[in-house]
């Protein structure tokens, strides 16, 4: 008897690690918005990102991921793009991507991304499809 077992009907957790929880609140929950659900310390802070779960891991040594780790799809990138600059969000520069005044780049099929890290360096995104 063959048992067929799927996760697509599971809630998604997502994760990104910090060194220093006390920043990390203040930036998820403060200039992101994002509602604190529990302080887990010395482990993780956990977030509500819309229905998914952000879990805040609490790090001694952090590795950078050389690519972004989290990403929220907006409906207006520019109008997301000013809020989070006049939150203190200063969006990243890559060499020899075309971006925007705002930092905000266009796909080829139209997708627009701008980037941006979190205290520790991780980078975060923010996207209209």
Request: hydrophobic share 45%.
């Amino acid at each position: 008897m063959s048992t067929q077992f799927s996760l697509g009907d599971r809630p998604l957790v997502a994760f990104v690690s910090t060194r220093d929880p006390a920043r990390a609140k203040t930036f998820y929950g403060e200039t992101l918005g994002l509602r604190l659900v529990s302080e887990e310390l010395p482990f993780a802070l956990v977030f509500d990102a819309n229905g998914i779960t952000l879990r805040v891991s609490v790090v001694n040594q952090l590795h950078l991921a050389p690519y972004t780790v989290l990403g929220w799809q907006v409906p207006d990138i520019a109008a997301a793009a000013i809020a989070l600059q006049q939150a203190g969000v200063q969006f990243e520069r890559y060499q020899g991507m075309p971006q925007d005044a705002l930092g905000i780049w266009q796909a080829p099929g139209g997708a627009k991304v701008a980037w941006f890290k979190d205290p520790d360096g991780n980078t975060l995104s923010i996207a209209q499809h």
